[in-house]
């Protein structure tokens, strides 16, 4: 559904290009998410997505048409893009928040209520956030915060939904559950396209990955093609294994420690135990 | 009748009450029944005057640089996603008085200052414009409000340049005008600023949709379908006009743009257009007020009404802080 | 008027070019702004007190035609302590109905009822005082007031008295106004007598270089637009600022120690300060203890006792001249 062909972007000022040569694709009916180091390019891609960085070359295409032949609102009806933060300065109720994401449906045609509450219902029963809705989004909790925010971009209404680091700031219990609620949108036919930084996770939901490294492509496959020690020793530039637990059936990364360091001389003090 | 509702009533009524206040009380006492009849064009000629060239201006003009001041809190609190934003930001309150003072100085008639004034606050706010384009991260509110402070700053020493040496007319004239005052008001001038105010006002009220999504950061509006930077500028430029016209009209009355977007939003409005709307009768309920206080307080002498709404909006500002969790 | 001269300066500003849509816009709004401004100060007050067939007596210092009145006003405004000193000296006392609360000369002025501020009057309180005539200070932050008067069909009568002759104007408009003009004459006459014989008593006198501060910080002087330069002049002395045009100029103290002045003539708070501060040491007057406080009570008002102001001063340049 959404399709990177050999696209390059260069930030103004840079030396060299913070993507090159990348062409990727998330289909519909499946996880796609992209993976890296910090700084190889995986944001750029988003922010490409959101019109904020213009290409040196290539193109990315939305079903099949050149994202810029198409307005803005246009590829926000298709695409929901869930940012890696939003801080609001003045926090609305979950209710309001949420018809913002209606916005690009705004002046279509005017049988647009009936529309946008549906979509609303749809997409709060999807995220399962009936409970929270009278609520203002400043007393969510960080877990609660993330599933309001999918609901938001379930409520544009689009086919694709994109998600920048998603599960950041969240424990173990809430990122989780957002997996899950993204693995069953994907299930139900959306195209889940995530950028993460999370790989174990991403190995056990995610049906395509793609390894970013120094803004070119590393590897790209399922997560047994691209989960391979050699490969992401070199793109991490850190040892470490990838096991296989047989209790999750997906490839796992463990880092091994590293070279060991000169350690600083430990004076015992008496308040120590 | 929701309770959000009946606050919102209960703000349009306190409004029409003090307006009618505004215009039986002042320096002269007059019963109930003389300014009803001045009203209607009987009774004592001195008496009408009093009422209908006098106080029936000065109030109309009070509505509307209160609510112009109200929606432009408004908006640029919303654009710039900061709850300290007000209307003179942009540099509009610096260039107006640079404009002000360089017409005083230059004994201009008292019909120019005005229009001194507005174009010195236009010009302050291209200026602004223009340095925010210069540094990187155009779009950065921060940016643009760094600019504002500089244009203000500017200006600030431009108007301490024209004044060290002038007479004391002049330097009498200039802090007359920066302190605020409707008592000049003429149905002329209500006029105009009507027209701003009411246009204006209807187009941030129109992109009142807008400043709700831009709330949410620049990333997340794009993700919207909206034209961030683009958007963001439009209600800056209108903004600022509406509060150049203000100025304009009536001087530097601050305090009312900063603090009555925050009592509108504690009374429960939601979205920006609610934000907006209520910002406009809050804030004309307030200067009406002030000006009322002004007149009375110590007659025959009046007080500068850009001290009242400070004094009346101060302690409505540390209420505010202390309810920030 | 403001229009053409509006529109003048407005044109050619839209004619320049203009970079980006948003520059014209702006400049658009700009233009649409200026006009109404500039109609609303180019229109006359609907109302114009029917006078025209009165004999003009002036224009005054707001442009506006004084006539004479049919009738002597009875209740008159004066805003001003000069012109509230003039009424009374010109007998018309009784008919003051308000003053300003700087007004308080003569004594009797006390007993008039007080309208609050001179500059930026009232003018509600103004109306309800139900005046005939209304005497105001010519600056500009009195235009809006003036015209809200003449507005609702009261004759306003507005004098900025800087000189000795401005006083002389404004005594002989007030008395064509008041109905008094033989009276006003008198009060000139004896004004201009008194100025006569301190000029001759002190016109073959060595002339005293004299500084009259009065501010200092930032050091104000009195220049050679004031009425006081004259009397100084009048007095047997030279005012060393007798250059500059402006009636109080702003000065820096090097430039009077330059000018080396004899004697330095001040308000007594003035004085005070003076003395105290030793940065005044610098002046030769000082070191000569040649620092001399006014008679506040009849120097520094440009009224009926400039006459007495001259007398005051020649006393301190010249001891002994009018006994």
Known sequence: MIAFERVVVRYRGADRDAVHDVSLEARRGRMTAIVGPNGSGKSTLVRVLLGRQPLVSGRVLLDDRDLRTLSRTDVARRVAVVTQREELAFPPPVREYLALGRFPHRGARRAGAAADRDAMERAVALAAVRPLLDRTVDTLSGGEWQRVRIARALVQGGDALVLDEPTTYLDIAHEMEAFELLAQLAHDGMAVLLVSHQLNLVARFAQHLVLLHGGRVAASGTPDDVMRGEVLERVYGWPLVVTRDPAVGAPALVPLRGRPRAAPPYTHRPSDP | ?325 | MAAPVARRAVVPALRTSCPNQGCLFLRLRAALAVAPFVFAACSRPAHQPARAHAPVIDVDDFGDTLRAPAVPPARIVSLNPTTTEIVFAIGAGARLAGRSQWDSWPDSARRVPSLGAAVRPNVEAVLAARPDLVLLYASADDRPAAARLRQAGIPVAAWRIDRIDDFRRAVRDLGALLGDSARAATVVDSVDRTLARVRAATASLPRVSVFMPTWENPVIAIGGGSFLDELITIAGGRNIYADLAAPSPTVALEDVVRRDPDVVITSPDGRARILADPLWRGLRAVRAGRVYAYDTTVVGRPSVVLGAAAVSIARLLHPGILP
């Open chain 2, 1 to 325: 009748m929701t309770r959000r509702a009946g606050r919102w009533a209960a703000a349009l009524g306190v409004l029409v009450v003090l307006m009618l206040l505004s215009v039986a009380l002042g320096a002269v006492r007059l019963s109930p029944a003389d300014t009803v009849r001045a009203l209607l064009g009987r009774g004592d000629p001195t008496v009408i005057t009093i009422v209908r060239v006098l106080r029936m201006p000065r109030m109309a003009l009070a509505v509307l640089l209160g609510a112009g001041l109200g929606i432009s809190g408004a908006s640029l609190q919303g654009v710039m996603r900061n709850p300290l934003a007000e209307p003179y930001l942009l540099g509009v309150s610096g260039g107006a008085a640079v404009g002000a003072v360089i017409a005083v100085s230059l004994g201009a008639a008292a019909g120019l200052v005005p229009i001194a004034a507005f174009l010195g606050a236009i010009a302050a706010v291209s200026v602004a414009f223009l340095v925010a384009q210069a540094a990187p991260g155009r779009g950065d509110s921060r940016v643009l409000l760094m600019a504002g402070v500089i244009v203000g700053a500017f200006a600030n020493a431009a108007i301490m340049l024209l004044l060290a040496n002038a007479d004391a007319d002049t330097v009498r004239g200039a802090l007359w005008w920066m302190m605020g005052s409707v008592g000049d008001a003429a149905w002329g001038q209500v006029g105009w600023l009507a027209l701003y105010v009411s246009v204006g006002g209807g187009l941030l009220v129109a992109w009142a949709r807008e400043i709700d999504i831009l709330a949410l950061g620049e990333d997340a509006a794009a993700g919207l379908g909206l034209d961030a930077d683009r958007a963001a500028r439009r209600v800056y430029l209108v903004a600022s006009l509406v509060a150049a016209a203000t100025v304009a009209a009536a001087g530097l009355v601050g305090f009312v743009g900063l603090v009555v977007p925050h009592i509108a939003r504690r009374m429960g409005a939601g979205g920006h257009r609610a934000v907006i709307l209520g910002s406009a009768v809050i804030g004309a309920a307030l200067v009406v007020a002030a000006d009322l206080i002004a007149r009375v307080a110590l007659p025959p002498a009046e007080l500068p009404l850009g001290a009242v709404t400070a004094i009346i909006g101060v302690p409505f500002f540390l209420v505010q802080l202390r309810r920030l969790r």
